[in-house]
């Protein structure tokens, strides 16, 4: 496949971004970082789609570039574009992505950011709904319409890069990194499973019939908003952000 986009999207966002490019072919960066999936030679194109985390990028989005980005011949690659999906402050991701790549020794040829219906419940005062989730899509759509013509069309818009970028870079790489999180499942539990496919990081196992959380959390909260009875407890949860595609779509492994 000459094109392909490597996608991370916990909630669903940045995937139905992803779905919407045509003529390429959509992997998640799960699949590359356990092996299951690796970059064709013949790759001319590569997306590059995820939400921002922090100002910056997502734990695994960092792994893809530094373990399998830059394990292999880059040369081939002539297009490289990336879509940040976020809840309105994007600040540093686009410049902190096309450092790392720089890094790396790709060069960034398009970069745009979109503010999507959000489901980052700690910044959460109302409910999560569906009213607010298609209010929020409505509100974008032009510019996601826009984004996706002019990648289709390869038009290069590189991300200016911020003088505070070292900064922020330490801040959200320090904010973003895995650890014991706060959710747990509570006594809705029914032990189902679909936390464990849905989890990026691949922390929930299933114990004596419940979901039990170990130590590699990132908070993306996409087990919270994809458990079906709604078991998981965050202590400032505001109902279920059920997305723009669906659960299964949203299946790891
Ligand atoms: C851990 C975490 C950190 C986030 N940090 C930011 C941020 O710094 N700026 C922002 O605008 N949105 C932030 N968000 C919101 C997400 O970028 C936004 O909801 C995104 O569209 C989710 O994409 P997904 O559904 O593909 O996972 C954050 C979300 C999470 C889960
Ligand atoms: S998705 Fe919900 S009900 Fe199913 S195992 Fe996970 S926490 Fe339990
Ligand atoms: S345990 Fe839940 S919130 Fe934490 S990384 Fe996995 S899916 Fe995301």
């Known amino acids: 496949m000459d094109s392909v986009i490597a996608v991370y999207s916990a909630t669903g966002n940045s995937l139905s971004i992803a779905k919407r490019i045509k003529g390429a072919e959509i992997h998640f960066i799960e699949e590359f970082l356990d092996g299951r999936y690796a970059l064709p030679e013949s790759t001319v194109r590569l997306g590059i789609v995820f939400p921002v985390y922090c100002f910056g990028l997502p734990f695994p989005v960092q792994r893809f570039i530094r373990d399998c980005l830059s394990a292999r011949d880059n040369s081939n690659l002539g297009y490289i574009y990336a879509v ?19 890094g790396i020794g ?127 407890i965050y202590p400032k949860a505001h109902g279920q952000y059920k997305g723009l595609v669906d659960t299964k779509e949203l299946f790891k492994r």
């Not at 999906?85 to 991701?93: F, H, K, N, R, V």
């Open 84 to 102: 940040a999906t976020c809840s309105g402050l994007p600040l540093t991701a686009l410049s902190d992505l096309e450092t790392e790549l720089t």
């Open 106 to 232: 790709c060069a960034l040829s398009y970069g745009a950011t979109v503010k999507m219906p959000t489901a980052y419940l700690p910044l959460k005062k109302d409910a999560v709904g569906e009213i607010d989730t298609l209010a929020a899509l409505n509100k974008v759509q032009n510019k996601i319409e826009h984004i996706i013509d002019d990648i289709e069309n390869e038009r290069i818009m590189i991300p200016s890069r911020w003088v505070m970028r070292r900064f922020f870079r330490a801040l959200s790489r320090q904010a973003a990194a895995p650890r014991k999180g706060q959710l747990m499942a509570g006594d809705r539990c029914n032990g189902c499973g679909i936390c464990t496919h849905i989890c990026p990081m691949d922390n929930i196992r299933i114990e004596n019939g419940k979901a039990v959380m170990g130590d590699s959390c990132i908070s993306c909260f996409a087990c919270y908003h994809r458990c079906p009875p709604n078991a998981i």
